[in-house]
């Protein structure tokens, strides 16, 4: 078994989608995830809070430095991620593309070193 992030980017800028649409998204995830659950490849995942939450910390000459704000400026932000344990890259991307259809958003499918 090996260990993927599957990644789930939000645009920034924007509101907070429909009660509606956000019932139904929420409703998804938490099916996806029993079923990760069951499956025995549920790991940990997280929604974040939005960007401007975060604080940087950066080494600058033997000093670190400690911003607000996220590292980078950007279109998009990671807004969540869930950690799955499965048998290959084709069975995360699997989780991945329901993830994608649940979410609406674009999800970056990664594999941990090791």
Do not use: C, N
């Amino acid at each position: 078994m090996a260990q993927y992030l599957l990644s789930i980017y939000q645009p920034t800028g924007e509101g907070l989608p429909e009660p509606e649409f956000l019932d139904r998204v929420m409703r998804d995830l938490g099916a996806i995830r029993r079923e990760l659950e069951a499956a025995g490849s549920w790991v940990f995942g997280q929604g974040l809070h939005a960007p401007d939450t975060a604080t940087v910390l950066r080494p600058d000459h033997g000093e670190v430095l400690v911003t607000d704000g996220p590292f980078v400026e950007g279109k998009e932000y990671l807004g969540g991620f869930t950690i799955v344990d499965v048998p290959d890259l084709d069975a995360a991307l699997e989780w991945g593309r329901r993830y994608a259809l649940a979410t609406t958003l674009p999800i970056e499918v990664r594999p941990f070193q090791g």
